[in-house]
């Protein structure tokens, strides 16, 4: 994997209009012989928030992981054009990850878990209490600090694995799947609760998702890969004037968004068949 630094000169102005994330022509060859992503190029802004959409099996987890660097590419370069990189070539304590399962501890208390990540950057309990409860009280769990995970629903235990996530303020939340196994109802409220914290926190977010809806409901780009091997079938950018809430979600805007992105998937998938 390659990494740039940024000149030494960069002013923060000139930092934030750098992009945030850049990967070019990556390749991504398991030792299987599975080819997961070829060619891959997708530059990220500070800020956005990108919905990853397509077809089971496409990369878009590779992808993720690669970017986490929880993998290495086989060709191609990922940089970091506005972060101090370190040995790894990753901007460390700039990522955080949000899975699919909430992966708690279940023998530790939900303040505990939340400390993990400052854990293991030294920071004692202590320490992180005033920062530990903040993050808390933004996903709403101020009041089950000392709950255990089996207290906890489905809904309330993500919500403590995103303030996992968000406990290290990280620049860059990848979100893979997060809220696939939740009810319609629980995962609303996460989408509008994940919404309003990018607004207030201006982070970037990269968000793994099966469902054209939640992707049209929460991004301001959606990128729609290609199966086998993976890379960007389409760029979409969703503008729209219209505040992310109920009203929107019945709006003829937002109709017309799941639409197009619904077409560009069906698109990818064709795609993919013609190529074999
Ligand atoms: N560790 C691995 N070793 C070998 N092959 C792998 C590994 N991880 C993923 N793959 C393969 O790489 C391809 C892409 O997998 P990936 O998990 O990135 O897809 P995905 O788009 O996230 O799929 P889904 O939507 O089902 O989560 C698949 O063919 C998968 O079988
Ligand atoms: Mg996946």
Redesign the pocket.
């Known amino acids: 994997m390659t990494s740039s630094q940024p000149t030494p000169s960069a002013t923060p102005a000139e930092a934030r209009r750098r992009p945030l994330v850049a990967m070019k022509q990556v390749s991504k060859v398991?030792s299987?012989g599975?080819v997961?992503l070829s060619g891959m190029t997708l530059t990220v802004e500070s800020g956005e928030f990108i919905s990853l959409l397509?077809p089971?099996?496409?990369?878009?987890?590779?992808a993720l992981r690669i970017m986490a660097g929880l993998g290495d590419v086989s060709s191609g370069t990922i940089d970091w054009p506005s972060s101090r990189i370190n040995s790894r070539g990753l901007p460390e304590g700039d990522i955080s990850f949000v899975f699919q399962e909430p992966t708690l501890m279940p023998w530790k208390n939900v303040f505990d878990n939340v400390h993990l990540p400052l854990k293991l950057r030294g920071v004692s309990k202590a320490a992180a209490r005033a920062e530990i409860m903040a993050v808390l009280a933004t996903v709403g769990l101020q009041d089950f600090a000392e709950a255990y995970p089996r207290e906890l629903s489905g809904g309330m235990k993500m919500r403590v694995s995103i303030a996992r996530a968000l406990v290290t303020k990280p620049k860059l939340l990848l979100m893979d799947?997060p809220f696939a196994a939740l009810d319609e109802i629980t995962r609303q409220k996460l989408n509008d609760d994940v919404l309003r914290l990018w607004k207030e926190t201006g982070i970037t977010v990269i968000f793994?998702t099966?469902s054209v809806f939640e992707s049209a409901y929460l991004s301001n780009r959606i990128v729609v890969m290609k199966a086998r091997p993976?890379r960007v079938h389409a760029d979409l950018p969703l503008v729209t004037s219209l505040e992310r809430d109920a009203h929107y979600r019945t709006s003829e805007e937002y109709r017309q968004a799941c639409e197009t992105v619904s077409h560009s998937l069906i698109g990818a998938i064709n795609a993919a068949k013609e190529d074999h």
């Open positions: 398991f299987s599975t997961a397509g089971s099996g496409c990369g878009k987890s590779t799947e793994v099966h993976g």
